[in-house]
């Protein structure tokens, strides 16, 4: 049977992806952006919304474009970056990020969750990221969000089991993305060649990336599979660092992810 699929965030990147994917699998797909008169290269047969995901009546407002359609799969895909120092970055740009990446994402679930519940039936899927297990250094606003986000996730998920259900995590790796991060740090600061450094590095990173069909492949897949692990990870060394990261101390993960970004001891 074909599946209705609603994805945030489709004008680009991962969300684009996943629609197309879903589009050749016959699905009906519903995305959103911020602006859906501004895309140029819209997907034929897919409807666009707006949605501002830092702001709970553009939420809500979309919803109601929504709630008396059957919505068979929601994809929280939607999310911003950023980079800089704790002491560099102000409480606001914290305070942003958490609305679009953590309680917008909350926000537009609870929605779907009693029409999913009373039919005993439904898909969840949030995209997260490794840094969501990983922290790495001047992404501590990002590292954040999606340190939330994964706790939320598995357990809105034992949550939903018995309800039939499905809500699935999955988080990305070096994946080839078009997000930019905001970067908060003055030229002036003694943390600017550090954080400055690390942006540089995950430029570099970008360009030699895997492509957006590694995160669309776990999509599908969790989407027409029956059962489901909590989790998935994928894109460039994703598979092995989450092994790792079972098998060695905090401390010397640590060093690793240290000496990979270039800072020094």
């Given amino acids: 049977m074909s599946k209705t699929v609603f994805i945030t965030g489709i004008s680009r990147g991962i969300g684009k992806t996943i629609a197309e994917e879903c589009l050749k699998k016959g699905y009906t797909v519903i995305g959103t952006c911020r602006k859906p008169e501004s895309v140029s290269d819209k997907l034929e047969g897919t409807e666009y919304l ?3 995901m830092s702001d709970e009546k ?23 970056s950023q980079i800089g120092p704790v002491e560099e970055t ?24 009693p029409q999913m519940r009373e039919r005993r039936s439904g898909t969840i899927i949030n995209i997260g990221s490794l840094t969501g297990r990983f922290p790495l250094p001047y992404y501590s606003s990002y590292c954040a969000t999606k340190f939330a986000l994964s706790g939320y996730s598995q357990s809105l998920r034992s949550e ?16 080839k993305t078009t997000i930019v991060p905001d970067f908060n740090c003055r030229e002036e600061a003694e943390y600017f060649p550090y954080a400055d450094n690390i942006r540089q590095s995950v430029k570099a990173k970008m360009s030699v990336a895997d492509s957006t069909t590694k995160i669309s492949d776990k999509v599908m897949f969790a989407i027409e599979s029956a059962k489901t692990n909590p989790v998935y990870v994928a894109g460039g060394n994703a598979s092995f660092m989450a092994f790792i990261q079972r098998v060695i101390p905090r401390s010397l993960a640590e060093k690793v992810i240290r000496k990979t970004y270039g800072l020094g001891k």
């Fill in 50 to 52: 707006p949605l501002d």
């Fill in 58 to 80: 553009s939420i809500e407002a979309c919803w109601e474009q929504l709630k008396d359609r059957k919505i068979d799969v929601l994809v929280n895909n939607a999310g911003q």
């Fill in 90 to 113: 102000p409480m606001e740009k914290y305070r942003y990020l958490f609305e679009v990446n953590f309680f917008g994402i909350i926000k537009l679930t609870q929605y779907f969750l």
């Fill in 160 to 175: 939903m089991i018995d309800f039939g259900v499905k809500v699935v995590l999955i988080e990305p790796n070096d994946i």
